[in-house]
Nanobody, 123 residues
Framework: QVQLVESGGGAVEAGGSLSLSCEVSGYTYSTVCMAWFRQAPGGEREEVARIDNDGRTRYASCVKGRFTISKGNAKNTLYLQMNSLKVEDTAMYYC?????????????????WGPGTQVTISS
C-alpha cells in the first residue's frame, strides 16, 4: 500500500521561507511522477509543481522562480522549497504520486495522496 506523509508546514511572515517534505513508502516501481498541490480555504485544489522520473519539473506560474521541487537521492522523499512567500500562498499543501504523470481533462491525475500540511503566511 502506497503511503505519503507530508511535513514542514507552519506559519511564517510574508517574505519568509518554508521547506516541505513528503515521505513516500509502499511502492516498488522506479518510475514515479510526484507533485505538490495546494488548496486554500474556499478555493479549488491546484497543482503547484511536479517532477517526473527523468527529473523534469513544471511549476504553476504563480510560484515559478520562488518554489523549487526536488526528490531525495533515495527517490522516496519529495521536497518543496518555498521562498519569498506571499499571503496568497496560504493553503493546505498535499504531495501526490503515481507511476506516471497522467493527464485527465487537462489536469494531472495522481492516485496516491498524503493527508496534507498547513502553510500559513501572514502579512
Amino acid at each position: 500500500q502506497v503511503q505519503l506523509v507530508e511535513s514542514g508546514g507552519g506559519a511564517v511572515e510574508a517574505g519568509g521561507s518554508l521547506s516541505l517534505s513528503c515521505e513516500v513508502s509502499g511502492y516498488t516501481y522506479s518510475t514515479v511522477c510526484m507533485a505538490w498541490f495546494r488548496q486554500a480555504p474556499g478555493g479549488e485544489r491546484e497543482e503547484v509543481a511536479r517532477i517526473d522520473n527523468d527529473g523534469r519539473t513544471r511549476y504553476a506560474s504563480c510560484v515559478k522562480g520562488r518554489f523549487t521541487i526536488s526528490k531525495g537521492n533515495a527517490k522516496n522523499t519529495l521536497y518543496l522549497q518555498m521562498n519569498s512567500l506571499k499571503v496568497e500562498d496560504t493553503a493546505m499543501y498535499y504531495c501526490a504520486a503515481d507511476w506516471a504523470c497522467t493527464m485527465v481533462a487537462g489536469e494531472l491525475d495522481l492516485r496516491y495522496w498524503g493527508p496534507g500540511t498547513q502553510v500559513t503566511i501572514s502579512s
